[in-house]
């Protein structure tokens, strides 16, 4: 009888975390079907925050898909715990939740981008590998809140008129930071960042923050701020 060989690794390793098991199963035999992905990780193990996050981060995946609703536990704190973990691990928010300040929370904790549970394969599948590539991902209700065609044109147009700084703030919004970190890193106060934001909201033509970047980002306006390299990886360079 012919022994079949073990299945080689197909493409990049994806972790998905959801308490719903079943629909974990059906996204990993999805995202698998493409072959270009390998779900190394599928549903909840653990009953604990750091008993997920371990067991994530054992099974080694190069980007993470996250449900925040985890049935007893808050996906927040395990995408913050995350995030402290594995700060270079790309994780999307898959939710079914509706709401801007869940959605500007998620990216403040350090999510790589979030998309709607009502998406397509063909979007989580882009997102995907928008984040891995290092690519801000947002729901189409925020990406498309600007409005018609016409007025998204005269929205880009419009960012011609962000000074520097406005735009230095705006970049730091789409990588998810929050006020009090912008001005700490920019050496300003927190009441002349508020300034910023609210300049650029308005030369924008955006009510929220969320908005603005939505706008940015997808327009190709501005790219999200990178931190620069770590001391660790200067002296691997010397």
Excluded: W
């Excluded at 998309?115 to 590998?129: F, H, N």
């Amino acid at each position: 009888m012919e022994i079949p060989e073990p299945r080689a690794q197909r493409g990049l390793r994806v972790a998905c975390v959801d308490d719903h098991v079943l629909f974990a199963q059906a996204l990993a035999q999805a995202l698998e079907y493409t072959a270009e992905y390998d779900v190394v990780f599928t549903g909840m193990s653990s009953t604990t925050i750091s008993g997920v996050v371990d067991d994530i981060i054992q099974s080694r995946p190069e980007a993470v898909i996250l449900d925040l609703q985890l049935g007893p536990l808050n996906g927040f704190d395990v995408l913050s715990l995350l995030g402290d973990a594995a700060p270079e691990l790309p994780v999307l928010i898959l939710t079914g939740i509706d709401d801007d300040d869940v959605v500007t929370h998620a990216l403040e904790l350090g999510a790589a981008g979030v998309i709607s549970k009502a998406a397509t394969l063909s979007e989580v599948v882009s997102g995907i590998r928008a984040v891995l590539a290092g690519r801000r991902v947002l729901p189409r209700r925020a990406a498309g809140a600007g409005g018609s065609g016409a007025r998204f044109d005269s929205q880009r147009h419009l960012c011609s008129y962000l000074t520097p700084r406005e735009r230095e703030v705006l970049s730091r919004l789409a990588a998810g930071h929050a006020t009090s970190r912008i001005a700490r890193d920019l050496s300003i106060t927190v009441h002349t960042t508020r300034s910023h934001i609210q300049n650029l909201l308005t030369k924008l033509g955006v009510h929220t923050k969320l908005q603005a970047v939505a706008l940015a980002v997808n327009s190709g306006m501005i790219e999200p701020y990178r931190e620069p390299a770590t001391r660790g990886e200067h002296r691997s360079q010397a």
